[in-house]
């Protein structure tokens, strides 16, 4: 049981981090150099659609077999090792990142495009490229450590 839990949350971080490096590093650029402004809002809305519908169901996987791992495997907080206490906190500063932005500027970007408000739109969709970057960088970081702490110490 507790390989299927691993793998689960192997998985679900994958998607989690690999969808924001295709978004920020591949694409938004492609975006930004074949569309006109009205277009790649319109896409960036399909796209941001889907993905934080796809995040609607990675992230609570995540965090629960994270739980899991740490209360099965690691045998709870007290007993379990430094690289197992930062893959939980970046995991929950991830998560807040990940509420922030969907609460925030990404109803406000739905709210904007319905109203017509282009330049509103576009504004919000900065703040979701930021707050994207912000969360690949620290899922790059979980990543590093969790390799680090598994097999390098």
Do not use: K
């Not at 893959?87 to 970007?109: I, N, Y």
């Not at 703040?127 to 097999?151: D, K, P």
């Amino acid at each position: 049981m507790a390989s299927l839990i691993y793998v689960l949350h192997l998985i679900a971080a994958v998607l989690w981090v690999g969808g924001m490096a295709f978004a920020i590093l591949v694409l938004r650029p492609a975006a930004h150099d074949a569309l006109e402004a009205p277009q790649r809002l319109a896409l960036m809305q399909g796209v941001f659609r889907r993905f934080f519908l796809v995040l609607w169901h990675v992230v609570p996987i995540v965090l629960l077999t994270g739980w899991a791992l740490l209360g099965g495997w690691y045998w709870g907080f007290g007993a379990s090792v430094w690289h197992v206490h930062v893959m939980h906190l970046t995991g929950l500063v991830m998560t807040g990142v990940f509420l922030a932005v969907f609460l925030g500027p990404w109803r406000g970007m739905r709210a904007a495009l319905a109203a017509g408000d282009r330049p509103a739109a576009a504004a919000a969709l900065d703040r979701i490229r930021l707050g994207v970057t912000l969360n690949l960088g620290l899922g790059l970081l979980t990543v590093a450590v969790a390799g680090w702490g598994r097999f390098g110490g």
